[in-house]
């Protein structure tokens, strides 16, 4: 039995959940609840982030104070996840104590390292506003791949962390001028002499090959000394005057950070197991991180020498996916080109995002094209028509002929041998993170279910009285193979899942699942899921189902 720590990226706290965020959060909670079936400890906890420029110009549009904002969309996404079935174990905010307290050590042990320095650096100031401008106040063109309107600290086109000085054409969004160079002192990070170490760790991670390829071409070239200060106005936590003054702690800073914190006040709150036993040094417990490939730099370098200087283990591995597209265009919460949980559940449900997200989630970090058309076709075709129509085409014969009992034994145990024999193949799948090839291997066990049935054509058999004997187990096998698959399934639609489990008249599960079920009573059957009404395309198209 495993010990395993999950976390997911935080959602910044400034507005709904979308799907680009829950993409990560379903990936995550089918890996979870896979690994639970197979009896292993799991604690899945995730945040909040809860600082940065953001959070003031959003508490401003609110006319909040930042705490207050914070907190209600604390409230607003714990329910969004929720509605989604994604079982956080833990879910808090970066805006806690216990953070602060861990970003003070780090700091007070990268002062011991000789790691930290302050230095005088240029940054953009609005005479208009009579302030230095965070990152998160200024546009401009990307000094990488000369994108226009991206933010002055990460370009969300190609993904490349650069200094806002380095902004082409920058505008200050607070007066909508340009502003000017000055100078100011900032504390930063020396990262160059962790080179060795971070190359070392990644040649030996169990990262996916483009994220490893990825992390040594920046390793390759001069890392920049990370700034983690930022002048006023900012919302989160002040650094001490001892270091400098009147600076605030960079937003990604402490809500790294918040791994550690979160996980620490679970463990408080619930007060069974040792913090420690995760994070200690020479630590068997597993440690997994699901990020986007957006976050990767803050993972997967200074991540680990903020770890390092803790004297806290490494993550185990870190699993990242692409980005979520519509229609071909990047979801984006700031450019409100995005869809959020609640607008998609008046349409939709949870179990078909969760279906169609799987079917393309791989261990290789391709981007996700939410094509509603696809989306449609993809849940009626292969999981309507195919997968869930399966007990309905048996039922009636169960019904009429049975009073709805299974017999005592199978028609077919060669047939049922053969669904369960594909049990190593799918849990490497699952394992492994490939859930599309769970998908891929399920449609083709779903077929043969089909093929079976046809070919044996109960609707024709149940009128020769001397086979209703055989009619009987005939039915009681295609019941027991629809039962396998959807317990590989499990993780994926736990919802559709419990209606099943409530038809079948019994608890499934993946331990058990080389037992038949027989001579057992089986419930009422009641449509299961229905096909979804293709009239949601135009709306669709028609913008009534964005933000």
Aim: contains cysteine; glycine residues 2%.
């Amino acid at each position: 039995m495993k010990n395993i720590l999950v976390t997911c990226a935080f959602p910044y706290a400034n507005g709904p959940i979308h799907i680009g965020h829950i993409l990560e959060h379903i990936q995550a909670d089918i890996w979870v609840r896979y690994q639970r079936l197979l009896g292993n400890n799991v604690y899945f906890i995730c945040a909040d982030d809860s600082h940065g420029t953001s959070i003031i110009i959003k508490a401003n549009e609110l006319n909040l104070s930042p705490k207050i904002m914070i907190n209600n969309i604390l409230d607003e996404h714990k329910l969004q996840f929720k509605k989604f079935n994604i079982l956080h174990d833990f879910y808090y905010t970066t805006h806690n104590k216990i953070n602060y307290f861990y970003c003070l050590l780090l700091l007070n042990n990268l002062n011991i390292k000789n790691l930290l320095y302050k230095k005088n650096v240029y940054q953009f100031y609005d005479l208009n506003k009579n302030i230095f401008l965070p990152d998160r106040f200024l546009k401009g063109q990307c000094p990488n791949c000369k994108n226009c309107n991206q933010y002055g600290d990460l370009c969300e086109n190609c993904n490349q962390i650069y200094n806002s000085c380095d902004l082409i054409n920058p505008i200050s969004l607070l007066s909508n001028t340009t502003p000017i160079l000055k100078k100011t002192d900032h504390l930063f990070i020396k990262i160059n002499k962790y080179k060795k170490i971070l190359f070392n760790w990644i040649l030996v991670s169990s990262f996916q090959n483009e994220i490893k390829n990825q992390l040594l071409f920046w390793l390759d070239n001069n890392l920049i000394d990370w700034n983690i200060s930022r002048d006023y106005p900012y919302f989160g936590f002040k650094i001490p005057n001892k270091y400098i003054l009147n600076k605030w702690f960079y937003v990604w800073f402490d809500a790294i950070l918040g791994y550690i914190s979160v996980f620490k006040k679970y463990c408080y709150l619930n007060n069974y197991f040792n913090f420690y036993d995760f994070w200690k040094i020479d630590s068997d417990y597993e440690i997994y991180h699901f990020i986007g490939k957006d976050v990767l730099y803050f993972h997967g370098l200074l991540w680990p020498i903020m770890l390092d200087v803790l004297n806290f283990r490494k993550p185990t591995n870190i699993i990242i996916h692409g980005h979520i597209k519509i229609n071909g265009f990047k979801m984006s919460k700031s450019k409100n080109n995005f869809i959020s949980i609640d607008k998609w559940l008046n349409y939709f449900d949870s179990d078909s995002l969760r279906y169609y997200f799987a079917s393309k989630l791989s261990y290789k970090i391709n981007d996700i094209n939410l094509c509603i058309n696809d989306f449609i076709k993809s849940i009626n075709c292969n999981f309507v028509s195919n997968f869930i129509n399966i007990p309905s085409r048996i039922y009636p014969f169960i019904n009429k002929y049975y009073n709805n009992n299974l017999s005592n034994e199978l028609l077919d145990c060669n047939f049922y041998n053969f669904f369960i024999s594909k049990y190593d193949l799918i849990n490497s799948y699952f394992l492994n993170f490939n859930y599309y090839k769970v998908i891929l291997e399920i449609n083709k066990l779903i077929s043969l279910i089909n093929k079976y049935i046809n070919d044996y054509k109960p609707w024709i058999i149940c009128k020769n009285i001397k086979k209703k004997y055989e009619l009987h187990k005939f039915c009681t096998t295609v019941i027991n193979v629809f039962a396998i698959v959807s317990i590989y399934l499990s993780p994926i639609i736990p919802d559709i899942f419990n209606k099943i489990q409530k038809f079948l008249n019994i608890k499934l599960y993946w331990r058990k699942i080389k037992i038949p079920i027989l001579n057992h009573k089986i419930n009422k059957y009641k449509k299961l899921y229905k096909r979804i009404d293709k009239n949601f395309i135009n709306k669709f198209y028609n913008g009534d189902i964005y933000v």
